[in-house]
């Protein structure tokens, strides 16, 4: 159902569903991890120096840059023990999810989320601490069921599937980032007003009911399969056994349960290439780089918007950086870490909501909403770099109001470049491509601030500015390549665009069948001379005006393995 953009915030409004199920997940989650964090990094203190009053109040230089290289080792460790079991978790989820529903991936993600930050409650506590290295025991049973990290990407998939509209699905997309956003903006504001009045651990005890909320949401509203949308399983050629040929082959035996077991994997194997093979293929033009580019894009963006915020395991690089005394250090505490967070979300919504809309309604691609989130992501991790005042951190905060638009235009482009019966596969492979870089950029900004924090605290923000350079200059292209192909015109219908996304594509069972069944042919109208002329004059201007590209593509490495669009004389796509 396509919806109008001038009514698709309403639409977006009155049909909320999984929103409100990161809501309450990143409310608990940044309210209990602002007062987390500052703990743990005394903790890790206290590991080495064996005295708390001490770290409160480090008095030596030394010292600190000691523990702040510690706090970057254990930053590494424990990113490592959870990303590790949560990519190949992720991998099955979101397979499993692209075949049967997202309602367990989501819920399995709350659990593995819940799991891990008791093992943090466990060691903060003065009556259980128990040792700092169970925190990567806790952690790996947490990566084992995906954790917070598929909670996105499951509920993205979800809104995918039930909505069929580009516009729309941007729109809510961004509704959805926006919800996410709000909370951590309530989360940091709550931890920051509560900072001298409850406890670490009451406050973890406050983010575990909002865990609890969520799981029960879930359970109670969020089916396991849509009825309607953007069903990739079932519509792709890989789900035929469910249709009409499985009416005329015979019923087998009920498999037993290790049967059942092998071959559920053995399918989600299969659909995890398939995933992959969305990404890879040789599609029109260079639609596959430009799959690849988004993908950079988006993982970019999440990594940064980890590591520079609350959101990163044990408070991530951020944390350590804002909690220095010395060398222009800015010595944070609880309370000015969540109002910065809070304010900083807060402005990210902001640009998140009102820069989709302004943009959208004014006819802005997707490419232009990446890049300028990606250009203002930029900019604010360089003045964070740069920072040595709580004015700079604010005004960063201020520059980076539109970092937001980064995810909702990706995963509306990406739609734009693949079948509808492919985007539940890009999307799980998306989450799986987040869950690497964050692994992988984890593990290069930790090891980059153990080692230069003792000459510039502030390289490895710097790297991550160098980084948004490159993937600018990635999306200038793509913006004017997908323009010249005309990628995300309104007038491609969504039939053309499947059949354009299925170029290379083996042909499916229907297909086959269309092709060896029978068709008379029909009688040809009689028409005059100057009706044919008139007629293919009409039809040679509408093919033209639909497929204006500047010059024929060349083959090479990202193309199809054909121009498909041939010659213009032709009037025809293929």
Known sequence: MAVPLKGSVVFAIKHISVELIVFFIYLGYIFGNTFQSPAVYYRICRMYTGSDAYCRSMSDRDEEL???????????????????????????????GDKFGWKTPIMLGILGVTIAELGYMFTLSYSVSTPFWTTLIFGFTSGVFGSISIIPVACNAFLAEITEDSDLLTVRAALFSAFQTMASVFGGFAAALLYQSISVIVAMDIELLFFLSAMLFALWRIPQRPQSGMSSFSSSGAGVSGGSIGSIVPREKKQSACQQFVNFFTSIWELLKTSVQTYVKRRVGFRRAFLIVTLLTYTLAYTTSIETTSEGIAGGIINAYVLRKYDHGLGWDVDNLGFWNGAGYFILAVGTICGTWVLKRFGFRETTLMLIGIASSGIRVLLIGLADSNVMMYIANVVGVFAGLVQPASLSFIVQLVAPSEVGKAFSLLGVGGDFAYLTASAIYALTYRYSVEFEPGTVFFFMALLHIMVFIALIWMHIQSAREGVGRRRFSSHL???????????????????????????????????????????????????????????????SVEDVRRSRNNQTLY
């Open 497 to 559: 665009q499947n059949a354009i996304s299925r170029v290379g594509s083996p042909p499916t069972i229907s297909e086959l069948t269309q092709a060896n069944s029978p068709t008379e042919p029909k009688p040809e109208k009689k028409t005059s001379i100057f009706t044919r002329k008139k007629s293919q004059k009409v039809s040679m201007a509408e093919a033209v005006d639909s497929f204006e590209f500047d010059s024929p593509l060349e083959r090479g490495v990202w193309e």
């Open 66 to 96: 000691m523990v702040q290289q510690h706090n970057a080792e254990w930053s590494l460790y424990n990113s490592l023990a959870f990303m590790t079991p949560a990519l190949f978790a992720d991998c099955i989820l979101g397979a499993y």
